[in-house]
């Protein structure tokens, strides 16, 4: 199925772009040996990584790119001036058919803004939103908007609902996903309007998945559900309080084994032990957000990511297209809108 | 200076009440022996508790009050039927001035709905808010609003923001606190425009603190300001998220022990110092939210309190009272609005 699997990559996109995505690549390519990647990024930077004599250097394709995005330049400004950069070139080589996904570690305002206006938003989603998957104490769960919409309304929850399930389908392989909806309490009377209404459509219509109803914050880290739909405020602040928190704890266990001789003896004993903790909890293992609900597929590696985390980042997008995400979500969105989007939406407003 | 104070306790709130709260306040009496207790609840419960023949019985008065208010009540129900139960009485005695400050484990709907009705909201603020101190990696940050408010405009996080720098100089003893505002982003572009135009009001008018921007999530665990403004929304979302990946964290580690008999061993020996972790995050520690910007003081305790947790909200009801919160409030906005509160809700809009 991956023997025609080609990857376009932003190679100039990152904090240490372009090594760390060609490491990736390389890391990636060790498992999925048949895929095939696009550089886009400068040459002269990109050969002496690529060059290593074996089967990794025949999957790539270096495609010169001298231009590319800045982490500081604003959606605008990149919908203007970067259609030529190699992030604009990475996401043009998926719309015309080139590769079948592309990923990026670059500016995330930039890469939403020009993905969107390339590849459009799918018929039936008013808004594409950004989605993740989590370490919990259960395993894992995806969650989204993690930071596309500041602002969402009832229609953008539930749609983020079916796209976060199919997604769901994809990565954590559950056939009917739980699906909670982010809330203040989880009582019905609880939250804000968008949220109240949302569930309430969730709750009655005949959907492929299985709603929760409400969940608190700390059923995030709990895992009560295989996905979590929240608006891109909420998503992205928790989200990130979260890896706050992470890295809260860690530094914490750091001081608490540096308290004595005894307690560093402690540590050596316990590192096996810590180490699956660590490898749990490490981002680099989590790493990869899909921009969900276009005609198109984008994945958005963090700007730090290491070189173990962008081959995540270029695994989920390799899943995405052996699984077919878009066709899954359209037709979910057909099970929603039988006579097109706009009967649910009469319908709840 | 505490020769006067007297503290009404709603003795029937809680998931056990009254025991926790009696042995809560029996642990706070050791630190504020000063302080007198109003306990509301039911004699015959309250009597067998109080009594030990020592100091503390003598610091305790017992207002027999058979009525409560149910953990599952709505607030407009307790505010129609709850005047007479342990809570309303609670924060009736401090209206009346028999008491300074309530504390209550109950239900949080009802006591803030209670609350507001009681005590009214202070000349200049449109909405109480509820604040708790968190720990950070550089120590603890006062952050608000946790769950009060699911809507919030400009004018209230600017409120906020005035009423967490007073608690901030209470509770953590800083003179100018640095106040962040919580963004999906640190750049001015990002965020919605409830958020862009309160962080340009702070920016532009002279404050009793020290305006320090955005703020994303991660910094809440780090530490970066001395409070955290955010919607009732958010922060009770990202509260509750951070409780959850403490919880996460510590069931990991947990796991991470066991994993064989030499981790068990580790663990042994490294227990001194991952008791210093724990009880720097140990929620007892941090116990006792306050609900901001009355005319008239009660803090939550969390319903699931240990006496330990208990005696932590009554530690800051006390100090809060020590420290005038809300004289120190009123002085405090009436350097923002020297005319009254509308000149700057018109500058706003």
Do not use: W
Not at 50 to 69: N, Q
């Amino acid at each position: 199925l991956t023997t025609d699997l080609v990857i376009a990559l932003d190679a100039m996109g990152g904090d240490e772009a372009p090594g760390i995505v060609v490491e990736g690549a390389r890391i990636a390519h060790t498992r999925f040996p048949a895929a095939r990647f696009l550089l886009f990024g400068k040459e002269e930077a990109l050969k002496p990584l690529v060059l290593d004599g074996e089967s990794f250097t025949k999957a790539c394709e270096i495609r010169h790119t001298p231009e590319a995005i800045g982490a500081a330049d604003a959606p605008a400004q990149a919908l203007r001036r970067g259609r030529g950069s190699s992030m604009g070139l990475a996401l043009r080589a998926v719309r015309d058919g080139e590769a079948q996904v592309a990923v990026s570690a670059g500016n995330t305002g930039a890469l939403m803004a020009m993905a969107k206006f390339m590849f459009k938003t799918m018929s039936g989603i008013s808004r594409p939103a950004l989605a993740s998957v989590l370490p919990t104490l259960q395993g894992e769960t995806v969650m989204l908007d993690l930071g596309a919409n500041v602002e969402c309304d009832e229609d953008n929850l539930i749609q983020f609902a079916i796209m976060g399930a199919a997604l769901a389908r994809v990565i954590l392989h559950v056939e009917r996903p739980r699906v909670g909806l982010l809330n203040v309490g989880a009582e019905e009377l609880k939250g804000n309007e968008s949220v109240k209404r949302a569930s309430q459509v969730l709750r009655e219509t005949p959907l492929p998945l299985e709603f929760a109803g409400f969940v608190e914050g700390d059923g995030i880290g709990k895992g009560v559900a295989d996905v979590i739909v929240t608006d891109g405020f909420t998503g992205n602040v928790a989200l990130k309080t979260a890896e706050g928190i992470a890295e809260l704890a860690f530094g914490l266990l750091k001081t608490a084994f540096e308290y004595s001789n005894l307690t560093r003896i402690g540590y050596v004993l316990a590192k096996p032990g810590l180490k699956r903790m660590r490898d749990h909890l490490d981002p680099s293992n989590h790493n990869g957000a899909v921009l969900i609900g276009l005609n198109g597929l984008v994945v958005k590696s963090h700007g730090s990511a290491t070189a173990s985390g962008f081959a995540t980042a270029i695994g989920v997008a390799a899943n995405m297209v052996r699984d077919q995400l878009c066709d899954r979500i359209a037709e979910d969105l057909k099970q929603v809108y039988p006579s097109g989007p706009e009967v649910t939406q009469a319908a709840t407003s």
